[in-house]
T-cell receptor
Framework: KNQVEQSPQSLIILEGKNCTLQ??????????LRWYKQDTGRGPVSLTI?????NTKSNGRYTATLDADTKQSSLHITASQLSDSASYIC?????????????FGRGTSLIVHP | ETGVTQSPTHLIKTRGQQVTLRCSSQ?????VSWYQQALGQGPQFIFQ???????GRGNFPPRFSGLQFPNYSSELNVNALELDDSALYLC???????????????FGPGTRLTVL
């Protein structure tokens, strides 16, 4: 069964600090991995996407890494801002038989305090 | 250019009823996917529509069905509602490029369904 596990479930940090969110997956056949940011009451917004051959991708203060051998990914947020408070969701896509099947993690809830 | 819109914003139904949720895709997008997000959980993939045909389905029973129209807008229909169907239902559209999961999905704000 395809699964995506994220940790920690929630995280509280002070503004300006860095943090790292983790994602472990068992999805096959692997196609790509995305990190999304979901603000409360809104739909998710894509931050990064990585394929099997990519091991790092940056988007401003967000840097995602991927280790396809260990099936692990991380999202590092640098110099956090109050607006970073949101849920961060890891999504891994498989393409069995040509169909698109994404598996979402439960998300990490990040709260940034001033 | 308008983004993905969904209607209604909120909806309250009782067990056994039927519901139809609507989604207008972003201009120029021809692929629409639907997701169910229970409180405190990540979204779960229901199904995807491409050029009016279902293309990929998650682990949801047949009482969850959908349609895509020639203008690429879409409907999600749920029959015989159960209490566990209470959730945020998200619609996402993707630009032309087929059904590749590499295509970025743009999500709507969702419809909050409560089943009593």
């Amino acid at each position: 069964k395809n699964q995506v596990e994220q940790s920690p479930q929630s995280l509280i940090i002070l503004e300006g600090k860095n943090c790292t969110l983790q994602c472990n997956y068992t999805v096959s056949p692997f196609s790509n991995l995305r990190w999304y940011k979901q603000d409360t009451g809104r739909g998710p917004v894509s931050l990064t996407i990585m394929t099997f051959s990519e091991n790092t991708k940056s988007n401003g203060r967000y840097t995602a890494t991927l280790d396809a051998d260990t099936k692990q990914s991380s999202l590092h947020i640098t110099a956090s801002q109050l607006s970073d408070s949101a849920s961060y969701i890891c999504v891994v896509s498989a393409i069995p038989g040509g169909s698109y099947i994404p598996t979402f993690g439960r998300g990490t809830s990040l709260i940034v305090h001033p | 250019e308008t983004g993905v819109t969904q209607s209604p914003t909120h909806l309250i139904k009782t067990r056994g009823q039927q519901v139809t949720l609507r989604c207008s895709s972003q201009s120029g997008h021809n692929t629409v996917s639907w997701y169910q997000q229970a409180l405190g959980q990540g979204p779960q993939f229901i199904f995807q529509y491409y050029r009016e045909e279902e293309n990929g389905r998650g682990n949801f029973p047949p009482r969850f069905s959908g349609l895509q129209f020639p203008n690429y807008s879409s409907e999600l229909n749920v029959n015989a509602l159960e209490l566990d169907d209470s959730a945020l239902y998200l619609c996402a559209s993707s630009p032309p490029g087929g059904t590749s999961s590499y295509n970025e999905q743009f999500f709507g704000p969702g419809t909050r369904l409560t089943v009593l």
